[in-house]
C-alpha cells in the first residue's frame, strides 16, 4: 500500500485477554517504531526495530508487552493478560533512514478499548 | 535525560489571527527537532523539522519553527490561521548519540470563525 496500514482500527476486549495489533509499513522502509497515545499523554515511545532486530525495548511499559518483526515488513505488538490501563491508541510509524534526521510516517492506530 | 515540553494544551485562536505554539526542550547534547500534525481521525504528518542551519525553518501549510538553542526552544508559529488548521501539533526531538524520538503531550489548535 501507498501508506503505514495498521489493523485492527477499533478492538474492545475484556480485561486478562490477550491482543494483537499489526503494522504494515510503507515498502522498503526499513525502520518501524511503535508508539502509545493516551488522552493527555502525549506520544509514548514503545519500542523501535531496524529490519526485524529491535536496538530499543526500553520503552514497552511491562513484560506483558512484546513485539517481533519478521521479513523487514510485517511487525504484531502482543499485549497479554490486558489491563484497562492498556486502553490507547498504539500508533505504528516507519521511515526510510535512521530515525535522527528522516521523517517518520505514521498509521492512523488502532485504538484498543480494555473494558 | 531528553524531554519535551508543551507547555500549552489548548489554543483557542480565531481565524486569520497570528498564533505561536509553544515548545521547549531538554537534552544534555545537540538535537533535531520536528513538529509534527494530528488532523481528526488521521495519523501524524511532519510539518516541519530542524537539522542544522537556519534557525528559522518552513514548512507546510505556511508554519514556520525559529530553534533558540539559548531558550532551547522550538515554538512553532503561523502569521494567519486558516479553519483547516485546527489540529493537534506534537513538538519532537531525537539527540544526536540516540534513536528515540521523543514526543510532547501536544496542543490542541481550535481555529474559531
Known amino acids: 500500500g501507498a501508506g503505514v496500514s495498521q489493523s485492527p482500527s477499533n478492538k474492545v476486549t475484556e480485561k486478562g485477554k490477550d491482543v494483537e495489533l499489526r503494522c504494515d509499513p510503507i515498502s522498503g522502509h526499513t525502520a518501524l517504531y511503535w508508539y502509545r497515545q493516551s488522552l493527555g499523554q502525549g506520544l509514548e515511545f514503545l519500542i523501535y526495530f531496524q529490519g526485524n532486530s529491535a536496538p530499543d525495548k526500553s520503552g514497552l511499559p511491562s513484560d506483558r508487552f512484546s513485539a517481533e518483526r519478521t521479513g523487514g515488513s510485517v511487525s504484531t505488538l502482543t499485549i497479554q493478560r490486558t489491563q484497562q490501563e492498556d486502553s490507547a491508541v498504539y500508533l505504528c510509524?516507519?521511515?526510510?533512514?535512521?530515525?535522527?534526521?528522516?521523517?517518520?510516517?505514521f498509521g492512523e492506530g488502532s485504538r484498543l478499548t480494555v473494558l | 535525560a531528553q524531554s519535551v515540553t508543551q507547555l500549552d494544551s489548548q489554543v483557542p485562536v480565531f481565524e486569520e489571527a497570528p498564533v505561536e505554539l509553544r515548545c521547549n526542550y531538554s537534552?544534555?547534547?545537540?538535537?533535531?527537532l520536528f513538529w509534527y500534525v494530528q488532523y481528526p481521525n488521521q495519523g501524524l504528518q511532519l510539518l516541519l523539522k530542524y537539522l542544522s542551519g537556519s534557525t528559522l525553518v518552513k514548512g507546510i501549510n505556511g508554519f514556520e519553527a525559529e530553534f533558540n538553542k539559548s531558550q532551547t526552544s522550538f515554538h512553532l508559529r503561523k502569521p494567519s490561521v486558516h479553519i483547516s488548521d485546527t489540529a493537534e501539533y506534537f513538538c519532537?526531538?531525537?539527540?544526536?548519540?540516540?534513536?528515540?524520538?521523543?514526543f510532547g503531550t501536544g496542543t490542541r489548535l481550535q481555529v474559531f470563525p
Open positions: 519532537a526531538a531525537v539527540s544526536y548519540n540516540t534513536d528515540k524520538l521523543i
Open positions: 537534552s544534555s547534547v545537540s538535537v533535531y
Open positions: 510509524a516507519s521511515s526510510l533512514v535512521w530515525q535522527n534526521t528522516g521523517e517518520l510516517f
